[in-house]
């Protein structure tokens, strides 16, 4: 299974987490061959692509409270590229995670990212801000660690 990428968003709407994993493909020589597109596409911030993230994120799930009534809850949806799943803990942490397409939902999964990783390493360190202002990240190497662990385990 292939993670492409993690991030973890407060309440406040703020990118308190994120990190990346580019998965590595060997260039063959048919693929050296194709045209480059006439358009270059310029590189997004690590800021601008959280914010595209949670800006899909909130936009998708208000949808589907609106079409399915309060109770209903936005789960994951997959593009050709990638599929993105979701979850969001009772105090309103959102985790998102892109994964290739093969993946089954990973709500399960983030959510034992949430309780065995975040809050024991996280929530429950004296060290740690309770609030994220102004997007102060985790900056936790044990969580870190954890998380590197458990993605590379393949769950």
């Not at 360190?125 to 385990?153: C, D, M, R, T």
């Amino acid at each position: 299974m292939v993670v492409y990428s993690f991030y973890i968003f407060d309440r406040h709407t703020e990118c308190i987490y994120s990190k990346k994993w580019f998965p590595t493909r060997p260039l063959s020589a048919s693929s050296a061959d194709l045209p480059l597109p006439s358009r270059k596409r310029t590189a997004l911030s690590a800021q601008d692509d959280a914010k595209l993230i949670f800006g899909t994120v909130f936009s998708l799930r208000n949808i589907t409270r609106k079409l399915g009534g309060p109770d209903d809850n936005f789960i994951s949806y997959r593009t050709a590229q990638y599929k993105l799943h979701y979850y969001e803990t009772p105090t309103s942490l959102k985790f998102v995670m892109l994964t290739d397409t093969r993946r089954d939902n990973l709500r399960v999964v983030l959510h034992q990212i949430w309780a065995n990783l975040y809050v024991e390493y996280v929530v429950k360190n004296p060290l740690s801000p309770i609030e994220h202002k102004g997007g102060e990240g985790v900056a936790n190497e044990l969580f870190e660690l954890g998380l590197e662990s458990f993605i590379n385990s393949g769950f």
